[in-house]
C-alpha cells in the first residue's frame, strides 16, 4: 500500500562518526519512520573547475569564437564593485 510522503528541509551537520545532527526540530510527532534523503557538495572547487572546462569544450558554445561574436569592449558599460 502506497501513501502520501511530505516533504522537510533542513539543514543539519554529519559528524566523524558519519552520523547526522539536525539543526533544529523537526516538525514530526514519533515514533514513526522516515526517509531520509541527505543532499552534501562533492566539492565545489572541483565542480565548479569541472563545468567549465565542459562548458569550454562544448561544441554548442563554439560560435563564441567568431569575430563577429565579439561586440563589447572593455570601456562599455560600467565597473562593478561588490560592497559583501
Do not use: C, K
Not at 545532527?21 to 514530526?28: A, M, Y
Not at 563589447?72 to 560592497?83: R, S, V
Request: proline share 7%; glycine share 6%; no cysteine.
Amino acid at each position: 500500500m502506497e501513501s502520501t510522503m511530505t516533504a522537510i528541509e533542513m539543514t543539519g551537520i554529519v559528524d566523524e562518526q558519519r552520523r547526522l545532527w539536525l539543526d533544529g526540530i523537526l516538525p514530526v510527532h514519533g515514533p514513526v519512520r522516515v526517509r531520509v534523503l541527505v543532499l552534501y557538495p562533492l566539492g565545489e572547487e572541483e565542480d565548479e573547475i569541472e563545468w567549465l572546462q565542459a562548458a569550454a569544450h562544448n561544441p554548442a558554445f563554439a560560435f563564441l569564437s567568431n569575430p563577429e561574436e565579439d561586440i563589447y569592449t572593455l570601456t562599455d558599460g560600467e565597473p562593478f564593485h561588490d560592497e559583501v
